[in-house]
């Protein structure tokens, strides 16, 4: 399944690799396995002949069962929901279930193959409700969205695929493919036809024409070996689901290729470009095979879910490279400071940059190199504009920088003396009247022995000090 193509509310901002496929958070390499879901049965929750996978923007996954006649819902966790389908010719019936996607709005469609249509449904509740079909010249192998909401439904006897309005209008069709096993497109308009018996992916502009092609059948770098499913992702990464060589390869759009997933002959996980080894199958985590190799899709920006048809059959979840620039552990789609080492994430005026590249901590418009108070902002409670509270504490060292006579000086520090010690007993309706007699000798002064503009920040700060009492007074 591929869902719709749009740019996805992740911070996306490339870091300059080939074909700018890497992006800040996660990077194009799957770095490992999480954890295998799924078992191989027809009860509810069980997984009889699983085909294909899409997830919606809730996070619930679907699978196809292609031998169940059936689609399957769990939610984000894998718990299963419901399934909804069963044999048959009738609408809201399947007889051999392929491809399948989900919309943004929540609509499913899906590959009825042996019954030659695409057929729709709705979600109401935890049901799902059957909205109507449409006919397809073929079997439908896959069907996938483009970012205009066109559907595109690869035909894979055909050796045709076609795009759809979402109602089943025909709005093209092209040919000349070997066994298209899916079709997709980028958020240009671009088209990528994958070529099962060709082995090959076939790069198509809005129009139609073919304007790039790659792969041939082989087990290098280069090859593929019945390759089963794409899946492009919203950085430009375009991964292919190399069957029978058990692995899963990474491109950009323009076929450079990246590395590839799987186990290889000498090493299992990521295997760069020119690693020398090929994949083969196996069982373990992280492995595929040794029968069939069907899906990949993404869960969420972090995880894919890979569809390994055994034996035995098993969804396996594996997860992308985390990129952390500054080496603290926190990806840097998570970090608040993504190039400054910063473990503990403090961010004390919760504006969202963390302290440690936050120029500004504590949002008082001070930068914090000229804020003697970095992490405090004292709104309108800071009289002589350092960035900090005014406090009565304070205060003898605010007056000292002041130019006045030495008389007013010493008239103003015994006023704060006193009160300083009125508070150390408590006793804060003493101190705010020591307070108010600092302030008359300030205004007494003002223009005379203390220019006016000092006179007047110190008023403010005993009155600030003083409305900092309120709930002591």
């Known amino acids: 399944?591929?869902?719709?193509?749009?740019?996805?509310?992740?911070?996306?901002?490339?870091?300059?690799?080939?074909?700018?496929?890497?992006?800040?958070?996660?990077?194009?390499?799957?770095?490992?396995?999480?954890?295998?879901?799924?078992?191989?049965?027809?009860?509810?929750?069980?997984?009889?002949?699983?085909?294909?996978?899409?997830?919606?923007?809730?996070?619930?996954?679907?699978?196809?069962?292609?031998?169940?006649?059936?689609?399957?819902?769990?939610?984000?966790?894998?718990?299963?929901?419901?399934?909804?389908?069963?044999?048959?010719?009738e609408p809201g019936k399947f007889y051999r279930v392929f491809g399948i996607a989900v919309d943004f709005g929540g609509r499913v469609y899906v590959c009825d193959d042996m019954n030659w249509r695409i057929q729709v449904f709705e979600r109401v509740g935890n049901e799902y409700?059957?909205?109507?079909?449409?006919?397809?010249?073929?079997?439908?192998?896959?069907?996938?969205?483009?970012?205009?909401?066109e559907l595109l439904v690869a035909g894979y006897w055909s050796n045709k695929v076609?795009?759809?309005?979402?109602?089943?209008?025909?709005?093209?069709?092209?040919?000349?493919?070997?066994?298209?096993?899916?079709?997709?497109?980028?958020?240009?308009?671009?088209?990528?036809?994958?070529?099962?018996?060709?082995?090959?992916?076939?790069?198509?502009?809005?129009?139609?024409?073919?304007?790039?092609?790659?792969?041939?059948?082989?087990?290098?770098?280069?090859?593929?070996?019945?390759?089963?499913?794409?899946?492009?992702?919203?950085?430009g990464t375009l991964y292919v689901v190399d069957q029978h060589n058990y692995r899963i390869k990474a491109y950009t759009t323009d076929g450079t290729f990246l590395g590839w997933y799987g186990k290889g002959t000498k090493t299992s996980g990521w295997h760069e470009p020119?690693?020398?080894?090929?994949?083969?199958?196996?069982?373990?985590?992280?492995?595929?095979?040794p029968e069939y190799l069907w899906?990949?899709?993404?869960?969420?920006?972090?995880?894919?879910?890979?569809?390994?048809?055994?034996?035995?059959?098993?969804?396996?979840?594996?997860?992308?490279?985390?990129?952390?620039?500054?080496?603290?552990?926190?990806?840097d789609?998570?970090?608040?400071?993504?190039?400054?080492?910063?473990?503990?994430?403090?961010?004390?005026?919760?504006?969202?940059?963390?302290?440690?590249?936050?120029?500004d901590d504590d949002n008082d418009g001070l930068v914090d190199d000229e804020d003697a108070c970095p992490t405090q902002n004292p709104g309108d409670l800071d009289a002589n504009g350092d960035g900090c509270t005014d406090d009565l504490k304070d205060l003898p060292d605010v007056i000292a920088g002041l130019k006045m006579v030495p008389l007013v000086r010493v008239l103003l520090l015994s006023k704060v003396a006193a009160a300083q010690a009125a508070v150390s007993l408590g006793n804060y309706a003493a101190a705010r009247g020591h307070l108010l007699g600092f302030i008359g000798i300030a205004r007494a002064q003002a223009g005379k022995r203390i220019s006016r503009d000092d006179a007047r920040m110190l008023i403010a700060f005993a009155e600030n000090v003083i409305r900092s009492w309120d709930d002591k007074t």
């Open 1 to 89: 399944m591929k869902r719709l193509l749009l740019v996805s509310s992740f911070l996306i901002l490339t870091l300059g690799i080939a074909g700018d496929a890497q992006a800040i958070g996660y990077s194009y390499r799957i770095d490992g396995y999480l954890t295998q879901w799924g078992e191989a049965s027809t009860g509810p929750g069980q997984l009889n002949g699983p085909w294909d996978i899409a997830v919606d923007s809730e996070g619930r996954v679907y699978v196809s069962e292609y031998w169940g006649d059936r689609v399957s819902v769990f939610d984000s966790d894998y718990n299963y929901i419901t399934s909804f389908g069963g044999y048959g010719t």
């Open 129 to 149: 409700r059957y909205l109507y079909h449409f006919p397809v010249p073929t079997y439908p192998r896959r069907i996938s969205i483009n970012a205009q909401g």
């Open 162 to 235: 076609f795009r759809y309005t979402k109602t089943g209008a025909l709005l093209a069709t092209y040919t000349g493919f070997n066994l298209p096993t899916d079709f997709v497109a980028d958020s240009d308009g671009n088209m990528y036809v994958l070529e099962h018996w060709g082995n090959c992916v076939t790069k198509l502009d809005p129009n139609g024409n073919r304007i790039a092609k790659w792969g041939s059948q082989g087990s290098d770098d280069g090859g593929f070996y019945w390759p089963t499913d794409l899946f492009l992702d919203s950085h």
């Open 274 to 289: 020119g690693s020398g080894e090929v994949g083969v199958s196996g069982t373990g985590p992280g492995e595929f095979g």
């Open 295 to 331: 899906t990949i899709t993404a869960q969420d920006e972090r995880r894919f879910l890979v569809l390994d048809c055994g034996p035995p059959w098993r969804i396996q979840v594996l997860q992308r490279e985390v990129i952390d620039a500054d080496g603290d552990g926190i990806p």
């Open 333 to 359: 789609d998570e970090d608040n400071c993504p190039t400054v080492y910063n473990p503990d994430q403090v961010d004390f005026d919760g504006d969202g940059p963390g302290d440690v590249c936050d120029p």
